[in-house]
């Protein structure tokens, strides 16, 4: 196992604002160690106004990778030299790999999530899905859910206007049925298979806040997915888990994010076992 930095330790690292939080450097250290790869992960903070020349400074520094966050996702896209179609159609590259002509832009939280759900035995395929919530991180998820064929996708948000941009927009690629509701016409929902929460209500420090109190809602589904993982168990998958739903929570989203960033920037597959060894550090550093 490798533990020193030397002259040729190579440079990865995550940029964003905040990212005082971020536990994508452990993920990321752990697993160079596992595979004894002369790496080093790191968060850059990039400042309000900074974004251009980060990027480029990461560049003239030679930093093999950067993974990117809130609120530069969208923002780095035309900093770029190439972003794969799939980052171009959720419009969001959440991962960045260097080049000898500049970087290259991917987007590894829909497959993150696939990977989860897939490890968790959830198929999307032929699935009546709805999401709730209509942001960037819904973005990721609508496009993921019709690119792996779901049966239809209802969209619930607050501001309707904005589902409605969303639905038209994963329609514009996918031939998929999409419906949009408000948050005032949850009743309307009909019969579906898995529900899919990907607003920042019910995360740490509001942990009692749910994007949906109407008790009949937890009656029509039977599987729920919420993207927050602190809490490991929002108020949302408490009261789905009450009325008999299977649950998982988005730490799987984000661990695989980050293995599946690794496994960009370094042209391998990371096998099963690494996987288990990279999980059971963090369940013991995080219980
Ligand atoms: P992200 O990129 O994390 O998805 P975002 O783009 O700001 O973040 O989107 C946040 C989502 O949570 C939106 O769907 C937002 O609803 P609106 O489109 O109506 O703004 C939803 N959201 C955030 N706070 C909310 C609240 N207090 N009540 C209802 N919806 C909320």
Known sequence: MRQKINGETKVLGLIGNPIEHTISPIIHN??????????????????????????????????????????YKEQVMDKLIEITPFAKQIGAVNTLKFTDNGYIGYNTDADGLNASLIKNSIKLKDSKIVIIGAGGAAKAVGMLCAREKCKKITIINRTVIKG????????????????????????????????????PIGMSPKVHDNPIDDTD???????????????????????????????????????YQGIKAYEVWNDIIITEDILEDVMNELINLYG
């Open 164 to 199: 409605q941009i969303l639905a038209n927009n994963i329609r514009q690629y996918y031939n998929v049925e999409t419906k949009v509701l408000g948050l005032d016409e949850i009743g309307k929902i009909e019969p579906f298979d898995i529900a899919i929460q990907t607003t």
């Open 30 to 71: 752990i697993l160079a160690s596992k595979l004894d790869m002369n790496y080093v992960y790191l968060p850059f903070k990039v400042e309000n106004g900074m974004l251009d020349k980060a990027i480029e400074g990461a560049r003239a520094l030679n930093i093999k990778g950067l993974n990117v966050t809130v609120p």
């Open 217 to 255: 809602f937890y009656k029509k589904f039977h599987i729920a997915v919420d993207l927050i993982y602190n809490p490991t168990k929002t108020e949302f998958l408490e009261e789905a888990e009450k009325n008999g739903i299977k649950i998982l929570n988005g730490f799987g989203m984000l661990f």
